[in-house]
């Protein structure tokens, strides 16, 4: 894992092209990295690609990536602008089940460099697995929303998945909550 912490973006988006580390590469079509502004204030991490982001190799393209378009309008973000976008895994798990301990450990040292090389003010779990690999410890969304916690010194909220939320359309005002609350955090660690 030596070799990945000293790795740049090209080199980082090679090795996880390249990446055998665990099964999930076995039924890939491409593995995906993330997508947006590499100096980026904002980072938000979701769980894994699911058959669509597979397919053309971006995070959050499907349903649920418009939907988390809409949540980041919401609050005055864009895709791109400020805002990056990654996975806890790169690659998709079979019939997007949730990933195994396994599979996000070997990924962990990619996403780890990635928020090395952003260098994000906040990070945005987006869901369960995102904010157990985050934060090293069993999570409970419910009970973590509108907390902060800390990754390696960097601000870190929990919120609900975005195709969580397309089946669970009550937990929508919650996670509108939640993005209210990353917004006054930004706006506190930018000294507005």
């Known amino acids: 894992m030596q070799r990945i912490a000293a790795m740049g973006w090209d080199e980082l988006q090679a090795a996880v092209a390249d990446c055998r580390d665990c099964r999930l590469c076995e039924q890939r079509k491409q593995a995906v990295l993330g997508v947006g502004d ?7 991490v979701g769980e894994g690609p699911g058959a669509e982001e597979d397919e053309r190799g971006e995070p959050f393209v499907g349903q649920a990536g418009k939907l988390l378009d809409a949540m980041l309008a919401a609050i005055d973000l864009q895709r791109g602008r400020k805002v990056y976008i990654g996975n806890a895994v790169k690659c998709r798990p079979p019939g997007n089940r949730t990933p195994e301990a ?4 070997a990924c962990f040292p990619y996403l780890q460099r990635q928020i090395e090389l952003i260098r994000p003010k906040l990070i945005v779990a987006l ?3 995102a904010a157990e690999t985050l934060l090293d410890a069993e999570v ?3 009970a973590s929303r509108g907390r902060l916690f800390d990754y ?6 929990v919120t609900y998945h975005p195709a969580y939320l397309l089946r669970t359309l009550p937990d929508k005002a919650k996670a509108w909550e939640d993005l209210c609350f990353a917004r006054a955090t930004m706006n506190k660690l930018a000294g507005a």
Do not use: C, H, Y
Request: charged share 25%; proline share 9%; aromatic share 8%.
């Open 102 to 105: 396994a599979e996000t450990a």
């Open 152 to 157: 390696r010194g960097i601000p870190l909220i």
């Open 140 to 142: 409970k969304v419910g």
């Open 127 to 129: 869901g369960k697995p």
């Open 38 to 44: 590499v100096e980026a204030d904002w980072l938000f």
